[in-house]
């Protein structure tokens, strides 16, 4: 199949570069704009900005060690960091490796315990993610799913660490399914699998009461209708305790069972905004424990393993700000002094909270605090950033700024301009779309978009109608029907940029993947028809990008995991209305774009399918578009090793310097 999609692309010659694993298929390793700055000692190379990293996913075991996930070798495996004298800055942790998975460790799960890990990993970029117990002291391991057709999630650890209630749709492709997993005594590893809850649906479970009895679940149907559902284990029975308007839907989703029986779950039931709410399950009453939390919507929300303290974060125009209480009284306890950024919680357990600062420039750095008897807190940082020698305090800090969209909805974006620009000194500008669509930019950071700034570069990053983060009407504005609407958004993006002189037209290129990917492409073409309808003179854009992104709705529903295709359907639109899908897929108004292109996709990507890129590659070169076509064959649905980041990157980088130019 590979080598026929290649020979399909190569018939009509198209230039194909692939990743670092096809290299056997003819091309020859070059890392191009990765290495085109290492001669200039005094300004860092791509190479150097795409090397920096930060230890993710840590957790302090409690003999004093720590797990972290990391990719020293370019592909994210599990280490155990032993450190000297308390401290695990680098020079006195050493770092022990405990996995050794070819394509990487996704991710990994903590017993409450710290005596037992769960490993999730998957193969080639498929997703079907397995599941692998792991001895963090001795190392040993026993596999607990192990069906490279099925994917699985660890959804929670009983309370006393004996097992795990996991999510796998090992029965059905698109329903996920819930399993009770028991350990067997002795450590080896070995256990029991049961199946607790088989119903259509994407289920998950949150919590378990503290008989063991019953169980807390939620079933995703869509970003704006999610239940919770008390499951009783012994007879399967389902109750709906979902807070949500009579007649209508909500976004709700469990947190956790309190003492005495009542239940914290969000819901955006009140003007549309994600708040946390107490129900008491033998009354139904429902009440609003943190009401002061003010404008904004939540995040998130967690309880500690004791039930004694609840972290909750704050979605703030798109910073994230955490706030912890007491539980019953709800009371705020007090916090440390945060930097502005996006904090999120990992772990809060004996009132000890393992949180991580991510900004423009401190890449997801981790820290614990814990509160002594009196609620004083104390702060240690538990990882650190290998900067390559990149000096990250000159990194760019982002503007926010908003815009008014065709009919008058007010959006949000973040800018981020070079060293020495000003309002009226236009320089070349990317435009760059998140994913989701029910995503939301936000001030992050991003090594590759801070190389484009410092290579001259300007950067916003909209969210468009469709977007998190404000609410249930905003993100429900581009469903179904008014998809179009939100690449009206996108293009408007561009539209600021030039009226308040940060670029000028032709000098702007789109750049988005999976749905910013759809955005980046469908955005060409609503520029060029605004230029047709005599709504502007010339186009805004002179380039794209698109990263595994969809083109052709119709064929991303029929080719995408069965698992995601009814999820997508409430988003975009069912298979039954080919019209309105035909409608708003770019690939069949390719006519419309009129500038080069640059797509880059996963061979193995198991939710927007590879076709999509080769279709509207082929599309193209049919109407000798410029487009450059690059496929990593051992990837999914992005780049996650560095070999193949390090080509891709750099070719895109060229790509934008050939197109719109440097400043």
Not at 292 to 318: P, R, Y
Request: proline fraction near 6%; aromatic fraction near 10%.
């Amino acid at each position: 199949m590979k080598n026929g999609v290649m020979a399909m692309v190569g018939r009509v010659g198209l230039a194909v570069l692939m990743g670092a694993a096809g290299m056997a298929l003819g091309q020859q390793a070059d890392h191009g704009g990765a290495m085109m700055h290492a001669d200039k000692a005094a300004k860092p190379s791509l190479e150097q900005f795409l090397k920096i990293r930060t230890p993710g996913a840590a957790t302090v075991l409690p003999d004093g060690t720590m797990l972290v996930r990391d990719w020293p070798d370019g592909v994210y495996q599990l280490y155990k960091v032993t450190p000297r004298d308390g401290s695990f800055e680098p020079g006195k942790a050493t770092f022990t490796r405990l996995t050794e998975y070819t394509d990487g460790l996704v991710g990994y799960s903590l017993s409450p315990d710290g005596t037992k890990v769960v490993l999730l990993h998957a193969f080639g970029g498929n997703e079907n993610t397995q599941l692998t117990y792991l001895d963090p002291k001795t190392g040993a391991t026993a596999e607990i799913l192990e069906n490279p057709k099925v994917q699985a999630e660890v959804n929670m650890w009983l309370p006393d660490s004996s097992g795990i209630i996991y999510s796998a749709n090992d029965a059905s492709p698109s329903d996920f399914y819930l399993y009770r997993y028991d350990f067997a005594p002795g450590g080896s590893g070995s256990g029991k699998a049961t199946r607790i809850l088989a119903k259509p649906g994407s289920w998950a479970a949150r919590d378990i009461s503290a008989d063991g009895t019953k169980v807390l679940v939620s079933n995703f149907k869509s970003a704006s209708d999610t239940s919770v559902y008390e499951l009783d284990v012994k007879t399967g029975e389902l109750k709906d305790i979902t807070i949500r308007p009579q007649g209508g839907t909500a976004a709700c989703e469990p947190v956790g069972y309190l003492p005495g029986g009542s239940v914290l779950m969000t819901s955006d039931v009140n003007g549309g905004l994600v708040q946390l709410f107490e129900k008491d399950l033998s009354t139904g009453n429902v009440t609003e424990p943190l009401e002061g939390l003010g404008k904004f919507e939540l995040d998130g929300a967690s309880l500690s393993v004791e039930k004694d303290m609840l972290v909750v974060a704050v979605n703030e125009d798109g910073y994230g700000v955490p706030r912890v209480f007491g539980v019953p009284d709800f009371k705020p306890v007090q916090m440390p002094e945060f930097e502005k950024g996006v904090v999120s919680a990992s772990r809060l357990q004996k009132r000890t909270l393992t949180w991580t600062m991510n900004n423009a420039r401190k890449p997801g750095l981790a820290y614990e605090t814990t509160w002594d008897k009196g609620g004083t807190p104390t702060t240690r940082q538990l990882t650190y950033v290998d900067d390559q020698g990149v000096d990250l305090n000159a990194f760019a800090l982002p503007e926010l700024v908003k815009y008014q969209g065709f009919d008058g909805t007010e959006i949000a974006a973040f800018v981020y301009t070079p060293k020495g620009f000003s309002p009226g000194t236009p320089v070349p500008f990317v435009a760059y779309y998140h994913g989701g669509p029910e995503g939301q930019s936000r001030p992050t950071f991003s090594s590759t978009m801070q190389y484009l700034v410092s290579e001259g570069y300007g950067i916003i990053m909209p969210n468009p109608r469709g977007s998190t983060g404000y609410g249930r009407q905003f993100q429900m504005m581009d469903d179904y029907k008014n998809r179009w609407n939100s690449v009206r958004d996108g293009v408007d993006a561009a539209e600021w940029l030039v009226a308040n002189k940060y670029a000028t037209p032709g000098k702007i290129a789109t750049f988005g993947g999976s749905y910013g990917g759809f955005m980046s492409v469908a955005c060409l073409v609503e520029d060029q028809e605004r230029v047709d309808a005599g709504k502007r003179k010339e186009r805004l854009f002179g380039a794209g990008i698109d990263v595994v992104g969809i083109v052709n709705l119709k064929t991303f529903l029929e080719k995408t995991s069965g698992y995601r295709r009814k999820l997508r359907e409430a988003e975009y639109g069912p298979l039954s209305d080919p019209d309105f899908l035909a409608s708003v897929s770019s690939i069949n108004k390719v006519d419309k774009i009129n500038v080069p292109m640059f797509i880059a996709h996963g061979y193995n990507d198991p939710r927007v399918p590879v076709e999509e890129a080769i279709q509207l590659a082929l599309a193209l070169k049919a109407k000798n578009v410029p487009t450059q076509l690059f496929i990593a064959p051992d990837e999914g649905h992005g780049f996650q090793k560095l070999d193949n980041r390090m080509l891709y990157t750099s070719r895109a980088v060229n790509f934008l310097g050939e197109t719109i130019g440097k400043r």
